[in-house]
Every structure is written in structure tokens, then in C-alpha cells.
């Protein structure tokens, strides 16, 4: 059955009319992000920050707004078209400049962090060999895994070194864009950035955010801190070291269970693992780019240059999803961390491919997004790469063998009381950037 829109034509028009206009300068930024941040042939920065602005711009543009709010005060609407306009004035209501100072800031901020993005892609990251003393180009993602499986103590060293150089190399431009950031945000009368940010996505601000991680840290500190004392007395005090820590967690499981994770087998598990959950794209078109590679943004992440959406007159527009992972093919551990990257985001893209609404502005993860909304689907579906029982119906080896449950067992042992320590770097994070 299609769904149109009902209500009155002049509304219908009006929406149709800013969904149109959203989409066009949606999809030039997000054209341009994914081409910037997978450095691909003709990228430019300069039409990074552009088209970045025009979005911008275009959200925090004060008639948009306000024409909103007016055609609310109609008594003749649709259901559907005040649940759309209401999506539309919280979604502008997050991004209002009126201020020409706040305006004039946001686009310099575009352009330092497209130039700072272009910097830290380009530089020349690895590690020099303990015993040659020769550098060996590295991306952070091949650094980290290195300090996981790595057995010399020397070459981990080595590898965190090249890892925490990037913090001086970034660090001048970083805190200039803090300061404007902040700036920024004290304009639109919020306390700093970070409180900008949250109150725009969770509809609530910083305080009450480090209400809730007060709570959660308070309970959390003492099993980390007894986790602490377990490694020290399981692997000694060295353990316990930043260069030494994730091999000491994560090395022997990694080579345990790195033959059930064949690299080329990866696509096929996270679709057949999708399938057998009954999860579906609803005719969206993906974007893959799986592999690590100089100049590649050194995250994963998914983003839409199209949102899924249903037209006015019932018309569907499929999601176009572009996603990532860094995975190196010939590294300890590759096709688990394939796997888990198109399982998270994988799940995005399910996620947003899914939001069948009379709007682009509801398929789009930037604020009113809840951050915590976004993410919830994803983690759970990547954590599926630990439960025992999915390992049982999906870690095959090359040779057609099932991970033993022996592995499974080990893996489980090895990981699970450690797992608080990643929690506490959510938890306490936040604290040592934004207090």
C-alpha cells in the first residue's frame, strides 16, 4: 500500500519542498566527506569545508525555522505532516545562528578542521625496528594491532611511540579548534562545545551527562581497579604498561581464534549472520571500503550521501550507505576486526536504511540523533562476534572446521574480566577533555 502524505496540498508542498533542499546539500557534504576521508583521486578539502558551510548554513538558517513554526500554528494538519514539521523544527532548532559572528565562526571552523583532517592524513606515521633501527611505514591501525600481537617487548614499545606521536603533531591546530569550538558554543549559550553537542543530541546537557557517568564510574572503578591487580598477578607488573597491556589481554587469544576468522571469508559471515537475524537494506546501495591504506581515514564509520525516505506521494527513496573498515589481510587478527567493523557498521547501515518516514531529516544520524540511539543496535550486533554460540554456527576455518569450543572457552576467560577497562575509557574520557 503507499503511503502518501495527507493533509492539506500547501503543507505536503511546503515539506516536499525542504526535503528536497535538505537532501541537495546532504548529499554534496557527504559526497565530499567520504571522497576527503578515503583520500580518494580529486579529493579537496577546500570543497569539504564548502559544501560542509552550505549544509551548515542551510540548518541554521533562521527562515527556515520560523516558516516551520508557522506552518505548526495551522489547525488543519495531518497527523503525519505535525509529526514531520515537528522533526523539522527540532532539527533546525539544534543548528540556529542568528548571530552573524556564531555563522562567520562556524565556517572558519569547517575550514580548520577539513585543513587539520588533510594534515593528519598525510603524515607520515610507523615505528622504527629495535634492532636495525629502520622506520617501517605504519598507519595507527596496523600500530595497534602490532602492540597487541607482537611478541618483543622492543617492537610494542616502538609501536606506541609511533602511536602517541600523533598527539604533538596534531596538537597545536587541535587546541585552536577547541578554542573556537568553545567560542562557538558560548555565542549560542551553552556553558562549552561538549554541553552544545550533548544538549543538541540527548536533549540534555553536559551536567546532567556527568551525573549519570558519576554514577557509573563510582561503580566501576573497583572492579577495574580489581581487574588491575588480576593482570599484574596473572601476567606480572609489566603487563600493566601502555606499550604492553593489549598484547598482554588480547595476544594469545588473537592467535588462538585468528584461523576461524578467515579475512576473504568476512563479507559473507556479516550477511549471512544479518540474514539469519532477519535484518534487511530495503533496496539501500553500499559503498564498502574494507582494507587499510595510506591517506584512509584511520576509523570506521558509516555515513548516508543519500537518507532513506518516503516521498510525498508514497515514492520510496532507498538508503545509499557508505562504510569502512581497516582491516590489513596479511596481519594477526585482520578478519576478526573485518568482521567486527561490517557487523557494527553494517548495523548502521541496517539501522537507517530501515527509517521509513515522509522526511530525510529522520534518517540522518547528526543531531536530533541521539548518540546513544545510534549506537545501541550496532554494539549489540558487533558483540555477536563473542557470544559463544554465534562462534559456534560462524567461525569456520579455511578447512571447513568449527572454532573448538576449547578456543571459545579460552577466549572467554582470557577477555571477560578484563572488558571494564574499555568501559572506564568511555566513562572517564569525556571528563579529562571537556571538564
Known amino acids: 500500500m503507499v503511503q502518501q502524505l495527507d493533509g492539506p496540498t500547501e503543507v505536503t508542498n511546503f515539506i516536499s519542498d525542504l526535503n528536497n533542499k535538505y537532501e541537495k546539500v546532504h548529499k554534496a557534504f557527504e559526497d565530499n566527506f567520504w571522497a576527503t576521508k578515503m583520500n580518494l583521486q580529486g579529493c579537496s578539502s577546500e570543497a569539504l569545508a564548502r559544501t560542509k558551510t552550505d549544509y551548515d548554513s542551510f540548518l541554521a538558517d533562521p527562515v527556515n525555522l520560523k516558516a516551520v513554526k508557522e ?6 494538519l495531518s497527523e503525519e505532516q505535525r509529526k514531520v514539521l ?36 598525510t603524515m607520515q606515521l610507523g615505528y622504527s625496528d629495535p634492532e636495525s633501527g629502520a622506520f617501517t611505514t605504519a ?31 596534531v596538537s597545536e591546530k587541535f587546541l585552536g579548534i577547541i578554542k573556537d569550538r568553545n567560542k562557538l558554543a558560548r555565542l549560542l549559550g551553552f556553558e562549552d562545545f561538549y554541553d552544545y553537542k550533548v544538549t543538541a543530541a540527548e536533549g540534555f546537557g553536559k551536567a546532567r551527562l556527568f551525573e549519570i557517568l558519576d554514577d557509573l564510574e563510582a561503580k566501576t572503578r573497583p572492579i577495574m581497579e580489581a581487574a ?36 576473504e571469508d ?10 539469519g537475524l532477519g535484518i534487511s537494506y530495503k533496496g539501500s ?21 543519500q537518507p532513506a525516505w518516503r ?36 548495523g548502521h547501515a541496517a539501522h537507517f536504511a530501515n527509517v521509513d518516514q515522509h522526511s530525510p531529516f529522520f534518517s540522518q544520524e547528526r543531531a536530533p540523533t541521539s548518540v546513544a540511539y545510534a549506537e545501541n543496535q550496532s554494539m549489540f550486533l558487533d558483540s555477536l562476534a563473542g557470544d559463544g554460540a554465534w562462534l559456534g554456527r560462524y567461525a569456520v576455518s579455511r578447512q571447513g572446521e568449527v572454532m573448538l569450543w576449547s578456543v571459545v572457552q579460552q577466549m572467554v576467560e582470557d577477555t571477560h574480566p578484563y572488558e571494564v577497562f574499555q568501559q572506564m575509557v568511555e566513562d572517564t574520557h569525556p571528563y579529562q577533555v571537556f571538564q
Open 139 to 169: 598507519s595507527s591501525v596496523q600500530l595497534r594491532n602490532l602492540m597487541r600481537v607482537a611478541e618483543g617487548e622492543a617492537t610494542r614499545r616502538s609501536a606506541y611511540e609511533g602511536l602517541r606521536s600523533i598527539g604533538p603533531f
Open 71 to 76: 506552518q505548526l500554528q495551522r489547525g488543519d
Open 266 to 275: 568476512a563479507v559473507d559471515v556479516w550477511g549471512r549472520t544479518f540474514a
Open 311 to 346: 516521498k510525498a506521494d508514497g515514492g520510496w527513496v532507498p538508503a545509499h550507505a557508505n562504510f569502512t573498515s581497516l582491516a590489513s589481510p596479511d596481519q594477526l587478527g585482520s578478519g576478526k576486526t573485518a568482521l567486527e567493523t561490517l557487523l557494527h557498521e553494517g
Open 228 to 263: 588491575r591487580q588480576r593482570l599484574a598477578k596473572e601476567k606480572g607488573a609489566a603487563a600493566l604498561e601502555p606499550h604492553n597491556i593489549s598484547q598482554a589481554l588480547a595476544g594469545d587469544t588473537t592467535k588462538a581464534t585468528d584461523p576461524y576468522f578467515p579475512f
Open 86 to 121: 515537528c522533526v523539522l523544527e527540532r532539527t533546525f532548532g539544534c543548528y540556529i545562528t542568528e548571530d552573524p559572528a556564531a555563522a562567520a565562526l562556524k565556517a572558519r571552523l569547517n575550514e580548520a578542521e577539513a585543513a587539520l583532517a588533510e594534515a593528519r592524513n
Open 285 to 305: 546501495v553500499m559503498t564498502l571500503d574494507l582494507c587499510d591504506r595510506r591517506g584512509k581515514y584511520s576509523n570506521g564509520f558509516c555515513h548516508w550521501p
